[in-house]
């Protein structure tokens, strides 16, 4: 007699911002089966432009694991050319948030797609299977999420502060638009409860984590499975190898430090991963009763990032 099929398990669910985050999947794609992995990925960062849907954190990630990102840019495409954004300065457009002639068939693909009733989370299956992406991605949710600053030049959607102003200027307060009336799908809550091991990336965790959070049910889940969540702390002596996380946590008034993040979790983390150089924050952190773990998270370097996987998987 032929056995019922058994349900998939997906073993590992990894809460994903962008860069950091597509870094440690591709190395626990080499560590684990990568369809054993499932990525709960941000979409705060998303925005409508020119009549488009694009999704930074989620295009980040599956470029990464399909070997197709532009490692120089750290977003989009490589081998990428930008006829259409010179057509489009020289017409008077907005060309400040540079889509590149081959990052720009995705969005137009999405933006399709989304107009004839898929999901975003249908989209991200079709454009993953296309490139041969065997981590599932799974955007938290299908309804509309966006984070807005508060900041010393007034109010600021998360693209112009991020690209337009480079991250440059004093927020004081961040908002998830949208977040609390979001509903997770139901693959993102089953990938949470069901896995045995969750990961926090080192993403931003106050605008590329916090947003994930923010989505009910994903923080209860968290709260409920804390001793099988590992963070990694963005935040090494000090500074964020990339991005604005050091000067978010300073503005929102955590300390800038891997003990910062321990705070910033707490409740929700079970392990945090800390670099090297801050060993000596190790007692301060087990203080909170979060177990430490000391090893490189730069990823810069394939051996390191090899190593940081094997340590958040043992
Ligand atoms: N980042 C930039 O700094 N400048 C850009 O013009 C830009 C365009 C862009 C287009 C598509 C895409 O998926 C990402 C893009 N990014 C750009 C990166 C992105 O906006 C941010 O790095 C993330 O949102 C932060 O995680």
Redo the contacts with the bound molecule.
Sequence with gaps: MLSKPSKVLFVITVLS???GAARLLSALSGETDPREITAIV?VA?D?VLHGLT???????IS?TLAGLNNEE????LRGESWRVMEELADLGGAA?????DR?LA??LYRSQRLHEGATKSDVTRELCAHWGVKVRLLPVTNDEVSSEFETEVGHLT??QY??SH?HNVKVERIDFVGARKARATPEVLEALEECSRIIIAP??PL??IDPILEVPGVRSILERRRDDVVAVSPIINGAALK?PADRLLAEMGWEVSSVGVADFYEGLIGTLVIDEADAALSDDIRARGINVRVTTTIMADPANAQRLAQVVLS
């Design positions: 911002g962008g860069v941000n960062d925005l694009i999704c930074p954190d989620l295009d980040t470029y840019l750290g977003w989009g400040w948030f540079r889509l590149g990052d995705t969005h998360f693209q991020f690209v480079q993403s931003n605008i590329s991005g």
